[in-house]
Every structure is written in structure tokens, then in C-alpha cells.
Nanobody, 123 residues
Framework: QAQLVESGGGLVQAGASPRLSCAAS????????KAWFRQVPGREREFVAG????????YYADSVKGRFTISRDNTKNTVYLQMNSLKPEDTAVYYC????????????????WGQGTQVTVSS
């Protein structure tokens, strides 16, 4: 069964540059658009970044544009989120998601979701 597993979160200081990874089960989901979302308790999950299956097209929320970079390595079936210049307001659980319908994925209706990885940014 296809699964997504995120890693790379933790407690970091403001200004740090950690990288999140999301690995899909071998041989699955490699040709789908992939995206990162994040969620703070009490708030709706919000879109952070997305990337087409080829990597040629990327999409970002205004709040992270210029600071975060999404990329993917289809040979490793993994998508990454490089986060630079982190701010305390970036604190959230970060989820990766994917699915067959690109617009649905970007809108938060992906068919598959990882379990999430906590990123906490201290000031």
C-alpha cells in the first residue's frame, strides 16, 4: 500500500534552515504532483508548496515564497522542502500529500497524506 513518510522536523532557532523529506513507498506515487501543507492547532491546514511530477513547475504560498524551496528526486521517490530563514510563525506540523488530481492535491484534497512532522521555531 502506498504510504508517505515525512522526516526532518524538530526544534530549531529562528533563522535556521532545516530540510524536510517525504519518502513514498517504493514504486508508488512517483508520477503524481506532490505538495506540503502545514497545520497549527485550532487552525485549518494550509498549503505551503507544490511541485509537478517532473519538477518543472513549483507553487508556493505567499507566506513562504522566497524562503522555502520544494524539490523532488523521483529516483528516490522523495520530495523535499528546504526551509530558510525560519520564523516563529512557521511553527506547525508539516504534512506531505499527493494524488492523481493536481488541483485537488493543491486544494488539500490529496488521496494520500503522511503522518506529519513537527517543526518548532524558537525566537
Amino acid at each position: 500500500q502506498a504510504q508517505l513518510v515525512e522526516s526532518g522536523g524538530g526544534l530549531v532557532q529562528a533563522g535556521a534552515s532545516p530540510r524536510l523529506s517525504c519518502a513514498a513507498s517504493p514504486g508508488t506515487l512517483s508520477t503524481y504532483i506532490k505538495a506540503w501543507f502545514r497545520q497549527v492547532p485550532g487552525r485549518e491546514r494550509e498549503f505551503v508548496a507544490g511541485i509537478s511530477w517532473s519538477g518543472a513547475s513549483t507553487y508556493y504560498a505567499d507566506s513562504v515564497k522566497g524562503r522555502f524551496t520544494i524539490s523532488r528526486d523521483n529516483t528516490k521517490n522523495t520530495v523535499y522542502l528546504q526551509m530558510n530563514s525560519l520564523k516563529p510563525e512557521d511553527t506547525a506540523v508539516y504534512y506531505c500529500t499527493t494524488g492523481q488530481e493536481a488541483r485537488g492535491v493543491v486544494a488539500g484534497r490529496g488521496d494520500y497524506w503522511g503522518q506529519g512532522t513537527q517543526v518548532t521555531v524558537s525566537s
